[in-house]
């Protein structure tokens, strides 16, 4: 038995491919349904590859396919897949802790008792614990990371300042100019990439380029990590939609806040664009992290048994992407050897 722990995009393709690798295997999701990472997003946000370049291997993604799908409906087709290939998923199933046990398998301590097997998916995805810098921003000015954001109705009326400059801020940055004062504030500058060009969407480019395949141990695969650029919209553009772009928000002082540059914005509303960090402290396996993060190549631990899915760069600039995960997984799942399904039933302990 295999147990993959995560149920998005990366844990449904790792259980398809250990299982026609010829494994038994259970997902562990944390959420109450599947998809629910994608529903939390805020309303409008679409992907940034077409349907056609955003199916899990065996199922393509219904309708159009060169339309740019929304998260619900990203939603709905994770749990569609789950359904086709009867992936079985425990939901509501937190791991709290991940061990060896004395016979060199893995033990997942879960909110809902505790499982057994020989190896262990993780696929927790990109998107842990939302980060927001420690400034002193007063009560009265309404704070809150992008992944709490929904929509702008949900927004008190006056300025906001969206901090961060990575695609998530500029589209929120886009989507409240149409209705108030925004500012955006910028850290490093991306480079910016077009939705398409000359007719045809940017990933199609990528991919016949070699630029999403390309392994992050080569010289292209690391440029292209170091460069990751914005997609569709930067500061050039949010400029003509009205929106102030500034540097870097360093300083706070009651309902201002300032820049590096020494810029000074009060805003009624400010939205952290400012990332996730990993968490992996439930992982109490010696030698699998370090400085707490996964200590592997190509999502292989050192650990015999232990591997990763859907981390950013895992592979290549595929590897987080709905529309190549799956390679990934079946590189992840050919780790494992194929075993007879009454080689060892997992176990589970209820409490």
Do not use: C
């Amino acid at each position: 038995m295999i147990i993959v722990i995560g149920a998005g995009q990366a844990g449904l393709a790792a259980g398809r491919a250990l299982r026609l690798a010829g494994h038994d295997v259970l997902l562990l999701d944390a959420h109450p349904r599947l998809g629910e990472s994608w529903r939390r997003r805020w309303d409008s946000l679409r992907l940034f590859t077409p349907a056609r370049l955003s199916a899990l291997p065996g199922m393509s993604f219904p309708g159009p396919e060169n339309r740019y799908p929304g998260k619900d409906e990203v939603a709905d087709y994770l749990q569609a897949y789950a359904t086709r290939f009867e992936l079985p998923v425990h939901l509501a199933t937190r791991v709290t802790g991940l061990r060896l046990t004395p016979d060199e398998g893995f033990e997942a301590i879960t909110s809902h008792g505790t499982f057994t097997g020989d190896g262990v998916v993780v696929a927790t995805g990109p998107f842990q614990q939302p980060h927001i810098p420690d400034l002193p921003i007063p009560p009265e000015i309404v704070s809150l990371h992008s992944a709490a954001y929904r929509n702008p109705e949900h927004l008190p009326d006056g300025p906001v300042l969206v901090v961060g400059g990575g695609n998530s801020g500029v589209q929120i940055a886009a989507e409240l100019a149409a209705t108030r004062p925004v500012t955006l504030a910028l850290g490093k500058r991306r480079p910016v990439l077009p939705q398409r060009i000359g007719g045809t969407d940017v990933f199609t480019w990528l991919q016949a380029l070699g630029l999403v395949r390309a392994p992050v141990t080569g010289r292209l695969g690391r440029l292209v990590r170091n460069r990751d650029p914005l997609i569709g919209l930067g500061p050039r553009d949010l400029r003509r939609l009205g929106v102030r772009v500034v540097d870097r928000i360093t300083a706070a002082d009651g309902r201002r806040l300032r820049s590096d540059t020494g810029e000074t914005i009060a805003p009624s509303a400010v939205i952290w664009a400012t990332g996730y960090r990993p968490d992996y402290r439930w992982m109490h396996i010696p030698g699998a992290l370090v400085g707490g993060l996964p200590l592997h190549t190509g999502g292989i631990s050192p650990i015999p048994g232990l591997t990763y899915l859907g981390l950013p760069f895992q592979r290549n600039r595929g590897s987080a992407l709905l529309g190549w995960v799956g390679e990934d997984a079946a590189t992840v799942a050919a780790t494992f050897a194929a075993q007879p399904q009454a080689t060892r039933t997992a176990t589970s302990r209820h409490r």
